[in-house]
């Protein structure tokens, strides 16, 4: 197969030079695809070989690129410009994927892990790199998932780094596989790998794994078998909100707390306990089925000069301080005498801050759970006169909000969910006229799909987009700054805030 396909290409390629030769272009560009389609799908790489090279860059998952026969092999857990031995585990048509079988030539930029199980469990990619590097892989990783997607060649500010590198994250969710095992998932998979602590967590993670295991083992209790669905602990997930816990006990069906909420409160102090009954046969973290088992079920607390009641189901980004950072970023960015309107505003922490900030601030959820938090909030901080929350969809209520504020400068500030906007709301954002817009995303994907259609870098054909040339010179809007946060150290994951003016 190799040998004709050689000889085809060789013969291609002495007719591509006479056509050439001949002014034959188009002839000539067929010819030179045939080629092209040779050296990439003709490669000789298959699973199992060894090969030797280093790496010229990274993936969008954090893997180092290497190059073999001209195609890209994705390899995790090595660093740009090592060299190494790496084994082909998969081909996938021009691509290969790796493991690194022996390190040639380390990085200096290499660090040692902290957990013992990095590289077994899913929850990290970036441990092996010292923090410098992670910081500048993902600002890379922003600025060129944007030129790639969308077309978009913008400036992207260093990414701010986190206070804390390690022990910065304020929540935790804990699996309990069928032999009791508890722990964190592998990549790509359930499979769960058994921990004691993990190092990106809080100090009180080893604790809550302790006392798991103590209070299944004492108490009869199994964990659960997602294969068989049958067992009893599915899961424990535990928030952190000054100082105080609100822990969920995840079962598949009514258990005794009692014991638990008695051996966590020793551990951890001020502690409420909910339990969930979780029957489904899905992935859901949580079922419908909600028990307050020990304490009030949440607690009031205060943040960035905000009052908020917080329960299982309120949303906090993950790292306190980074968080802090942002929001007062994005409020900053509205002036005194703007309104602004929160799109996916959840609980309302945001909005409240802005309502502080502004003349008015609008909030617009369409979970009718998180609208009624943002109200209770909003009665909380003494916002009546200030701060609007509307339930519904937000390509249904973003018109009606600025015909309401007709005359004001409006400034839209979109937080929405990893998965991004839908193609509505973009649409409707485009449309609405506003003086300012403030993006935020957890995924540089879906912002850079998101954002090309803002700007019309990417424009619709056949259902399909496609980048659009010479966009700026149309765009209603600008970008005046890109800035990435760390909100999540040795991860691949990284949060964008995404700032642009209308163009006067």
């Not at 970008?479 to 691949?492: A, L, N, S, V």
Request: proline share 4%.
């Amino acid at each position: 197969f190799y040998i004709i396909s050689a000889g085809i290409c060789l013969n291609y390629c002495v007719f591509c030079a006479a056509a050439i030769l001949r002014q034959f272009k188009k002839r000539a560009a067929i010819c030179l695809n045939y080629c092209n389609f040779t050296l990439f799908f003709g490669s000789f790489m298959k699973k199992n070989d060894v090969i030797i090279s280093t790496a010229s860059g990274y993936g969008s998952e954090g893997e180092a690129v290497f190059v073999c026969e001209g195609s890209p092999v994705f390899v995790p857990f090595c660093i740009e410009g090592e060299r190494a031995e790496v084994k082909i585990l998969s081909v996938k048509g021009s691509v290969a994927y790796g493991k690194c079988e022996r390190l040639l030539v380390p990085s200096p930029l290499r660090a040692q892990p902290a957990c013992p199980l990095f590289t077994k469990c899913g929850g990290c990619q970036l441990q092996h790199m010292q923090y410098g590097a992670q910081l500048s892989f993902k600002t890379q990783l922003v600025k060129n998932t944007l030129k790639k997607i969308a077309g978009i060649e913008a400036e992207v500010r260093p990414a701010v780094a986190s206070a804390h590198t390690y022990r910065y994250r304020n929540k935790l969710v804990l699996p309990v596989g069928a032999a009791g095992e508890v722990g964190f998932y592998a990549p790509r998979s359930h499979r769960i790998v058994a921990a004691e602590d993990c190092p990106i967590q809080s100090e009180w993670c080893a604790k809550i794994i302790q006392i798991v295991k103590a209070y299944m083992a004492s108490n009869g209790l199994t964990g659960y078998d997602e294969a068989a669905r049958r067992g009893d602990i599915r899961r424990l997930a535990v928030r952190e909100v000054g100082g105080r816990f609100i822990v969920v006990l995840v079962a598949a069906k009514k258990v005794n707390c009692t014991p638990l909420a008695k051996m966590l409160s020793q551990a951890l102090g001020e502690v409420t306990l909910l339990l969930n009954i979780n029957r489904s046969q899905g992935n859901a973290i949580f079922g419908e089925e909600w028990h307050t088992a020990y304490g009030p079920g949440f607690f009031e607390a205060e943040d960035m000069g905000i009052k908020f009641r917080a329960g299982a189901n309120t949303f906090l980004q993950v790292n306190d301080g980074v968080r802090t950072e942002l929001y007062e970023r994005i409020v900053a960015e509205a002036s005194g005498h703007s309104v602004a309107i929160d799109l996916y505003s959840g609980g309302g922490m945001l909005t409240a801050m802005l309502a502080k900030k502004c003349g008015a601030a609008y909030g617009i959820e369409i979970v009718k759970e998180a609208s009624i938090c943002a109200d209770e909030l909003k009665e909380l901080n003494g916002l009546s006169g200030s701060m609007f929350n509307i339930c519904g969809r937000v390509e249904d209520e973003l018109s009606a909000v600025f015909a309401k504020t007709s005359g004001s400068e409006r400034v839209v500030v979109c937080d929405p969910p990893r998965k991004g906007m839908e193609r509505s709301v973009v649409e409707a954002i485009k449309e609405c006229g506003a003086d300012k817009l403030i993006l935020v995303s957890c995924n540089p994907a879906t912002l850079a799909r998101d954002l090309g259609i803002l700007l019309g870098s990417l424009k619709e054909e056949g259902g399909i987009l496609k980048k659009t040339p010479y966009y700026a010179a149309t765009s209603a809007y600008k970008i005046d700054y890109i800035q990435p946060y760390d909100m999540f150290p040795q991860t691949k994951h990284v949060e964008t805030l995404v700032v642009l003016s209308k163009v006067k």
